[in-house]
């Protein structure tokens, strides 16, 4: 029996389904919040203190300082032989949409043009190079939210100037013509768990939150590579990976998400997503061990 730290800032549904697995495997898992944390310089981090291993749920808002501390606890831990899923420099790259990028562009994976401004006139300039048809992402965030398409000068304009003003970066990408579909792969220890297809209805964006509906998918092997060197490149030993068809049958890395939600994915290619992951994080940890 392992005891795992479910490492979040809430109770919601994708901590209790890790607390039914980790319980039905015989474990014993307890919800450790992140705002909770705190450490000395020789003593090992509180409230981790005894677990087996921990699993990095969700991250909640806060300071710069606040966020960096958590992370440098999580990195403290880790060195004095805490299992950490995902280990904390690959959360630190995926929750970062522009790092991400950039790992994925050096590693020679596909990816969409991508600009990064702080200034409007800096990124109306980006905004024309990149085809004049853009989607505005928040540099932070998932599920889709906070995502804009814009193609008309005049709202890119208004939009980085609102955006410059409010002390917020201007992160845009190309617009992808798409199928109106695109694949979550859900990675973990190096192999492709389960994937599925991602289908939208009358929105360019195809997140199950935004209305999207969902099918198990087969994957060809050029497919599976390039999932599992996405989620190899940032580190991920778990990983929710999205891939974006364009227009010519090429594939996109649009996204690696270290906190992968997988409510959808469970049900719809029926896998116990939550026990995978408790059994790989017990066995990584056995094998430690042994």
């Not at 617009?175 to 768990?193: I, N, Y």
């Not at 649009?254 to 469970?266: S, T, Y």
Request: glycine share 10%; proline share 4%.
């Amino acid at each position: 029996m392992m005891r795992i730290a479910i490492l979040s800032g809430g109770t919601g549904w994708h901590v209790q389904d890790l607390l039914r697995a980790a319980t039905e495997l015989g474990h014993t898992a307890q919800i450790v919040d992140f705002r909770s944390l705190a450490a000395g310089v020789e003593a090992e981090p509180q409230p981790l203190a005894g677990f087996d291993a921990a699993i990095v749920r969700t991250v909640p808002a806060g300071s710069l300082e606040q966020v960096i501390f958590r992370m440098d606890v999580l990195h403290a831990a880790v060195s004095r032989g805490l299992r950490v899923v995902n280990p904390p420099r690959a959360v630190e790259t995926c929750v970062d949409k522009y790092l991400t990028n950039v790992r994925l562009a050096a590693a020679g994976l596909p990816t969409p043009p991508t600009h990064v401004a702080q200034r409007a006139d800096d990124a109306f300039d980006a905004f024309a190079k990149l085809g004049g048809d853009v989607v505005i992402k928040p540099v932070f965030g998932a599920e889709g939210r906070g995502m804009q398409r814009i193609s008309d000068r005049e709202l890119a304009w208004r939009t980085f100037r609102v955006l410059e003003q409010t002390g917020q970066l201007i992160y845009q990408q190309r617009f992808v013509l798409h199928p109106g579909h695109d694949l979550r792969v859900f990675v973990m220890g190096g192999e492709v768990r389960a994937a599925m297809r991602r289908t939208s209805h009358g929105d360019w964006r195809t997140n199950v939150a935004q209305g999207g509906t969902t099918e198990s998918v087969e994957l060809s092997d050029n497919v599976v590579s390039l999932a599992l060197r996405a989620a190899a490149v940032v580190g991920c030993d778990i990983a929710g990976v999205d891939l974006l068809p364009g227009p010519n049958g090429e594939l996109f890395v649009i996204e690696v998400n270290a906190v992968p939600g997988w409510k959808a994915l469970a049900v719809t290619c029926g896998i116990d997503i939550a026990k995978e992951i408790v059994r790989f994080v017990a066995s990584e940890r056995e094998d430690i061990r042994g």
